[in-house]
């Protein structure tokens, strides 16, 4: 293989600033959301970074996890080319961010943004980011009675359709499974991302909707998939 999968360092400002902007990167529906913002660490405020920063890993009961997919290919070696990150215990995590992520980032992008009218303030794309910042979007209980553990995985272009999401998968379903005994976990996706649904279809990921025992799933905005972590260790 021309990359390994690492564990990110929450000491390494740069491992965090990678998840950024692997975030950014692949934010829009799976394409590159750089033209959506100003602010480019928008999405990965959200999605990306908490999972791997010290004030978040310091909470144990948040149980969260950042693995980084490096490049060992002689031109990109060293570089973060992917991620897949993620939390045992999502209403736990969601707690955590309350206390120790959202503040700060309220502070320092407040809600009245929104309505500023220079040219060039903010975009549309880091308007809605800052609506979720200040009030984000707890998982909904339907969810949760399927499993408390969910991941989010991202590519950069040159590594996608190489064999490493499966790869990333797998390695985070092992760890949730070897660090806290996780059996099934889930993950949200854009509609508008066919790509990565036929991509979690392909390696065995069910739509919750069409799961036994997942009451309420219909009515909820958004599309989740879930899966039994050993049926996707590889
Ligand atoms: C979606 C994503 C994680 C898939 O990872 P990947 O490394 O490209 O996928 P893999 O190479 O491991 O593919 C695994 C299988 O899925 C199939 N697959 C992956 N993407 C596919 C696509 N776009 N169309 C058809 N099949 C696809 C592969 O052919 C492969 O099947 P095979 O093992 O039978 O050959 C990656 O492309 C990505 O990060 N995309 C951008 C960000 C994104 O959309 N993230 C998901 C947000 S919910």
């Known amino acids: 293989m021309a990359a390994h999968i690492r564990p ?5 400002s740069s491992d965090l600033s990678a998840l950024s902007r692997i975030c950014v990167l692949t934010a829009n529906a799976g394409k590159d959301a750089s033209d959506n ?3 480019a660490e928008m999405p990965g405020y959200v999605y990306a970074v908490p999972y791997g920063a010290p004030a978040v890993r310091d909470i144990p009961e948040s149980k969260t996890f ?31 961010l309350e206390k120790v992520w959202w503040p700060s980032l309220r502070e320092k992008h407040p809600l009245a943004l929104k309505e500023a009218e220079e040219d060039g303030a903010l975009k549309a794309g880091d308007k809605s980011y800052l609506e979720i910042l200040h009030k984000p979007n707890l998982t909904p209980p339907a969810i949760l009675t399927y499993s408390p553990a969910h991941i989010h995985i991202n590519i950069l272009p040159s590594h996608q359709r190489r064999g490493y999401g499966r790869v990333l998968i797998g390695a985070a379903a092992r760890h949730l499974r070897e660090t806290w005994g996780v059996q099934r976990l889930w993950l949200g996706i854009d509609p508008k991302n066919g790509d990565a649904r036929t991509f979690y279809k392909k390696i065995g990921f069910k739509d919750l909707r069409e799961v036994n025992g997942v009451e309420g799933v219909e009515g909820l905005d958004g599309e989740y998939l879930g899966v039994d972590v050993n049926s996707v260790i590889v």
């Open 8 to 12: 990110a360092s929450p000491h390494s």
């Open 37 to 39: 913002h100003i602010i």
């Open 66 to 96: 950042a693995f980084i997919l490096e490049s060992d290919e002689p031109d990109s070696k060293g570089e973060a080319v992917g991620y897949v990150v993620g939390t045992a215990d999502t209403k736990a995590y969601e707690g955590a």
